[in-house]
């Protein structure tokens, strides 16, 4: 097999300086609307007690999803052997974990009580899926740390499929935490089922891969490297099939509620009669998030680098759109704890929950954005994460 | 307590065996007092010291049949015994917690009505104590579900997961209502806790139930339901009742009679 040679980007150009600085300037913003949010507490968010995750947690949510599929370029190159994704692989560990701190940082920062997040690490309930996410996540960290260890270190180099192969499980099994945040709650019509634990993990695979392609091809673009259409080609194809597979498990599951009676109304609510949210789940989430990046990606149009990032940008916006339906959706739908019966009072029962996010929350989610580019911009500066080539023929010898 | 007096003087030769026949004359002595013990708990409150028991399971039946149309009186004495401000005074009335609130039910076929309040259902399987990441969401060992105002980390996780949307947030700084003896605090998550400090102090008795029945309604009985001797199991026995989502098999602290 030919080697590979890595090397770091410069980063000391006008230019790299600039995103720095754009991306840092995003981070700013994020701390300020903490700080705010702090201060005033939740009243100044579009958040109350009926809507009680917002617009952070839809951020949260989806780069921790994301993160730990980004980690599957890595996967691919050492777990299944595939050479052609080894060049690939330290940027997909480094990403997986940049993308990562960003949706947890808005998490926490996002509590109630953000300055009692020492509690949150000291006192557990083994019972709460929360609790045991705070362990799949700290793993995350090490194990795609030690992952990323045995690839720029060539002394530990052979212990780098175990590290792959261990980082993979562990992906798998923080995916499945996140999607069974949701899964294991029993109140909401829209949770309380083990679809969500394999579905969230198909959706990893599609976000955190467009990102993935996405984040590459602007590197060698901005550093006027070398990225041959062989590795885009071959990561779309990858693409398709983890956003045809999303739309797969979507449809079944709105099918499986739909035969349901008493799914009629929430799904009626969702796919309907729900104004913004209803709009969001065809628009985003179904036509933006799965059905156009599927014609422009298997039509002719797939074959042009601008359409394949295109596609990329739109199963990101669709991913940010499914968050939504799914986080505020399940509870701008009210509780039904009469069933057949009309509910009113005071606390808004029996009433579609209204929810307009704030600018803090907003600038709170990009905040958490920008900080996971940001590491990865100032990674790639300091550590060999990138091939100084990618070109064809640089791929090509690997697979040979 | 009776049990630490011969575990105090255990200097002798064998302080073993007599640990062993100290522990276990407190325990006969204990087992024979205990049922005094209880009626004396309950009647005078419990000593700061002492723990809850699970020998009392604390409970509430709703009679929605004399819940009155338009009548708010227990949600004004909650908010009034807890120091919560009630919504129609609140600056943010959207965002403002709930500890109890009115709910009109009505049959769209029927046109029957109901009135009855909504609370913490105080679970014995509570899904918010389930899902607390911190443990901060808790079941006295005498069924009531509170929040140690310490530990919560105000993540609102509780609040997905109870059925019943009990819980409410404090969105923003409290202002100067607030009770000594019902701690409260902006960020955390707070909800019906069956008058704590009430019983505790052996009141015996809820805000809401004392004013439900100083307006004549008697919509509203509180006590312990594992006394088959208190008022609130004579009735729950005679009264058919239902808990609200009983699918989902939470074993309700409060039961609702004409639902």
Known sequence: ????????????????????????LFVLFGALAWNYMHHHGHVV???????????????????????????????????????????????????????????????????????????????????????????????????????????????????SKAAGTAAFIW???????????????????????????????????????????????????????????????RLKTLLVVFVAAVLYFVVVQHMTSLYFTKFHAVEAFILRDGGALTTLFWVGQIVIGCVAPLVILLSSLGRQRSWIMIACALVILGGV???YVTIIGAQAYPLDMFPGLTEKSSFFDGEIHAYSPSMPELFLGLGGVAIALLATTFAVKVLRLLPASLDDATVAKLEH | MSDMKPRSDSTPASPERRRFVGAATATAAGLAIAPGVMLYEVAHGRAEDQAASSAVRWGMLVDATKCATGCNDCVSACSTENGWTPVAESKHAKQAPQWIRKLELQDPLTQMETNLPMMC???????????????????RADGIVLVNRHTCIGCRYCMMAC???????????????????VPRGIGCVEACTFCVQKVDRGDGNTACAEACTAAGHNALVFGDMNDPESEISKRLRELPTKQVRADLNLNLGVRYHGI
């Open chain 1, 1 to 24: 097999m030919a080697s590979i040679t890595f090397r770091e980007v410069e980063g000391s150009s006008p230019k790299y300086w600039m995103l720095f600085g754009f991306l840092g």
């Open chain 1, 45 to 159: 968010t579009g958040m109350d007690n009926q809507i009680v995750w917002g617009l952070p947690h839809v951020f949260a949510v989806f780069l921790i999803v994301a993160a730990s599929g980004a980690l599957n370029v890595a996967s691919i190159a050492s777990v299944f052997n595939k050479p052609m994704y080894k060049p690939l692989a330290p940027l997909s560990a480094v990403l997986s974990l940049a993308l990562l701190l960003g949706g947890l940082l808005v998490l926490v920062l996002d509590l109630g009580r953000s300055d009692r997040l020492i509690v949150a690490m000291t006192n557990f309930n083994f019972k709460s899926m929360f609790t045991w996410n705070v362990f799949l996540y700290s793993g995350f960290f090490v194990l795609v740390g030690i992952y990323l260890w045995t690839m720029l270190d060539r002394s530990v180099k052979s212990w």
């Open chain 2, 163 to 181: 059925p019943y949307k009990a819980r409410s947030l404090v969105h923003e700084p409290l202002n100067d209502t607030q009770k000594p003896d």
């Open chain 1, 321 to 323: 759109a499914q968050m």
């Open chain 2, 121 to 139: 259902q105080h679970c014995a399987e509570p899904p918010c104590v389930d899902v607390c990441p911190t443990g901060a969401s808790f079941k």
């Open chain 1, 171 to 233: 992906r798998l099994t923080l995916t499945t935490g996140t999607g069974s945040l949701f899964g294991f709650l029993v109140a909401r019509e829209l949770y309380g089922t083990a679809m969500l634990a394999p579905m969230f993990i198909i959706m990893s695979f599609a976000y955190g891969l467009a990102i993935y392609l996405m984040v590459l091809a602007a590197a060698y673009a901005w550093t006027g490297r070398a990225l041959g259409d062989a590795v885009i080609m």
